[in-house]
């Protein structure tokens, strides 16, 4: 089964950093491209970075191009969102998502980031 | 970026009726590569439908995707008390993903 398990969020002061992570398993990690999407309180989806599966083409958002970094650890099964620079439009539930070819996408549950003083 | 534009913005009806969800794109979605989620508060999205069509995992046969190009649409034949939520469409056949405004399914 497909699982894709979010953490890392919190409650950050502006300008602060958050590193988030996604672990990831019943799937073959190192073949699949992963995304980033973000949904601020009341608001809808928005993408918000992508990652090659062999980690070696990164793509991103005007919003977050620049503070945030996207990596992955193909050992480890594990994709990381490292948030530099935070803003107060930053604050949403932070999903990781990916595209199982046939089967459809896959998403996690979330991760919460408030920025906040 | 592909722009996608869902109609209604809300639509209200009654257990039992027909809903019929808009999603128009700014340019033609390659190879039909749309997808349609639900949300409920407080949940992650959940797939429903994906390359326009294609029902997921565990999906009832009450939803239904068609459309191809620039048009698609996602039907419920029937409501059911738990289908009143949020959906949205979703474009990943060109870079970025993008989704749409979303449309609310409220119980009249």
């Known amino acids: 089964e497909v699982q894709l398990v979010e953490s890392g969020g919190g409650l950050v002061q502006p300008g602060g950093s958050l590193r988030l992570s996604c672990a990831a398993s019943g799937f073959t990690f190192s073949s699949y491209w992963i995304h980033w999407v973000r949904q601020a309180p009341g608001k809808g989806l928005v993408w918000v970075s992508r990652?090659?599966?062999?980690?070696?083409?990164?793509l991103y958002a005007e919003s977050v191009k620049g503070r945030f970094t996207i990596s992955r650890d193909n050992v480890k099964n594990t994709l990381y969102l490292q948030m530099n620079s935070l803003r107060a439009e930053d604050t949403a539930m932070y999903y990781c998502?990916?595209?199982?070819?046939?089967?459809?996408?896959?998403w996690g549950q979330g991760t919460l980031v408030t920025v906040s003083s | 970026e592909i722009v996608l534009t869902q109609s209604p913005g809300t639509l209200s009806l009654s257990p039992g009726e027909r809903a019929t969800l808009s999603c128009r794109a700014s340019?033609?979605?390659?190879?039909?590569?749309l997808a349609w989620y639900q949300q409920k508060p407080g949940q992650a999205p959940r797939l429903l439908i994906y390359?326009?069509?294609t029902r997921a995992t565990g999906i009832p046969d009450r939803f239904s995707g068609s459309g191809s190009g620039t048009d698609f649409t996602l039907t419920i034949s029937r409501l059911e008390p738990e289908d009143f939520a949020v959906y949205y469409c979703q474009q990943y056949g060109s870079s970025p993903l993008t989704f749409g405004g979303g449309t609310k399914v409220e119980i009249k």
């Open positions: 390359g326009a069509s």
């Open positions: 990652i090659k599966s062999d980690g070696s083409s990164t």
């Open positions: 998502a990916m595209y199982g070819g046939g089967s459809g996408w896959f």
């Open positions: 340019q033609s979605v390659s190879s039909s590569y």
